[in-house]
């Protein structure tokens, strides 16, 4: 970690801070606050809308957690994001992604999605690793790949698939950045 963590137990100045202190605590309960929350509480009222935007996407989306954790992983994967991936890429397989799914989503080459969808993921999982893929590596998403998602999925749906992509890309960059989790440059397989 290029900055040293806030302390296990955080010190809040003000009952303002002691507040979001306790708002991330609540969203992590029952596990204890991670390296991701130690480092953004540097900065109570950044860590505070973090958490209320990160709480949102993973929790109150209409995603499958299936389709949440592949685009989730690809984007880690995509950024080098190991401590993302870690984390993550578990929450995948008990989504229900198996083995041979996992090998496609972390592939580290980029995916076209012209042809038949790989073995291990079905239809929709392809889709939208195909789409977190280009959204990453060239954030303008080829209108071919986006027909294909508005195809299989609603409205809401798209908005949130894509909210996803963009939340952890802006995750993985904080987390490449500061080194958060010291797990730069470890790859893939720590978790998997």
């Not at 303002?16 to 991330?24: G, H, L």
């Not at 499958?64 to 991936?85: G, H, M």
């Not at 998602?149 to 987390?175: D, H, M, P, Q, W």
Request: with cysteine.
């Amino acid at each position: 970690m290029r900055l040293p963590y806030t302390p296990i137990t955080p010190v809040a100045n003000t009952e303002e801070e002691a507040a979001i202190i306790s708002r991330i605590e609540q969203r992590r309960h029952p596990r204890p606050l991670q390296p991701l929350d130690l480092t953004l509480l540097h900065s109570p009222p950044v860590a505070d809308g973090w958490n209320s935007f990160l709480g949102a996407i993973r929790t109150r989306t209409s995603i499958p957690a299936d389709l949440r954790e592949i685009a989730i992983s690809r984007v880690a994967v995509i950024n080098k994001a190991w401590y993302e991936w870690m984390h993550h890429a578990p929450l995948a397989v008990a989504g229900g992604v198996g083995e041979e799914g996992m090998e496609v989503v972390k592939r580290e080459g980029g995916y076209d999605l012209v042809g038949e969808t790989p073995k291990g993921l079905t239809e929709k999982q392809w889709v939208v690793l195909g789409y977190a893929d280009e959204m990453t590596r060239d954030v303008t998403v080829k209108e071919e790949t986006f027909e294909r998602l508005r195809g299989l999925f609603s409205e809401k749906e798209v908005v949130e698939i894509t909210a996803t992509v963009a939340c952890y890309n802006c995750v993985s960059r904080f987390l490449v950045a500061l080194d958060v989790g010291e797990k730069n440059g470890v790859g893939p397989d720590v978790a998997h």
